[in-house]
């Protein structure tokens, strides 16, 4: 399973930084993606990182204001957003590729953004 | 960039068949998903690589495609299977998903 930190509350402007633990499996194993979802709307998808090497790619409205990186000593994946906005207010999963499909996702964390 | 677009919203009857279709340029060779997603949870996998079913998922869902369009069956649909449900695929190493589509089953 993939077990994700806990729901944040930031201000406009700040950043997050979101983590997304392995459990039961290498991380290293599967490419790791995150995807986001605003209250009431669809799945939209962020990027991904290769835990085993660092690479990433990016969707390219978040290119320049989201990073993820990875801790391969405990299993663990992160994204930092920054900059954030009151649209970027939404539930974030990780999710793990298996076979050209996400096979196992995390519970999501909730990121609100109030001033 | 690359687009799916699924129905908003389908409706059945229990026990009957429920179709889901989801369009895109190619689709059929991007190695679509499917996902059902309820009220409060993380998506869940029900259809990979077109056709295939997870070890779990009841036999009822099916996946076909052909050319541009995918489609997901839900034969004697149960009110359990009341969700949404996204499309998925593959452009290039990035990933699109489908708007989605409610469907009710009353």
């Known amino acids: 399973q993939l077990v994700q930190s806990g729901a944040e509350v930031k201000r406009p402007g700040a950043s997050v930084r979101l983590s997304c633990k392995a459990s039961g499996y290498t991380l290293t194993r599967n490419h790791i993606h995150w995807v986001r979802q605003a209250p009431g709307q669809g799945l939209e998808w962020m990027g991904i990182?290769?835990?085993?090497?660092?690479?990433?790619l990016y969707a390219q409205q978040f290119q320049g204001r989201v990073t993820m990186t990875r801790d391969t000593s405990t299993g663990t994946v992160y994204m930092e957003v920054s900059r954030l906005r009151y649209e970027d207010t939404a539930i974030y999963h990780c999710?793990?590729?298996?076979?050209?499909?996400?096979?196992?996702w995390g519970q999501g964390t909730m990121v609100t953004v109030s001033s | 960039s690359y687009e799916l677009t699924q129905p908003p919203s389908v409706s059945v009857s229990p026990g009957q068949t429920a179709s889901i279709t989801c369009s895109g340029d190619k689709l059929g060779q991007r190695y679509p998903s499917w996902y059902q997603q309820k009220p409060g949870q993380s998506p869940l996998l029900v259809i990979y690589?077109?056709?295939k079913r997870p070890s779990g998922i009841p036999e009822r869902f099916s996946g076909s495609s052909s050319g541009n369009t995918a489609t997901l069956t839900i034969s004697g649909t149960q009110a359990m299977d009341e969700a949404d449900y996204y499309c998925?695929?593959?452009?290039?190493?990035?990933?699109?998903f489908g708007g989605g589509t409610k469907l009710t089953v009353l």
């Open positions: 998925q695929a593959w452009d290039s190493s990035a990933v699109v």
């Open positions: 690589q077109d056709t």
């Open positions: 990182i290769n835990p085993s090497d660092g690479g990433t």
């Open positions: 999710a793990r590729v298996s076979f050209q499909a996400f096979d196992i």
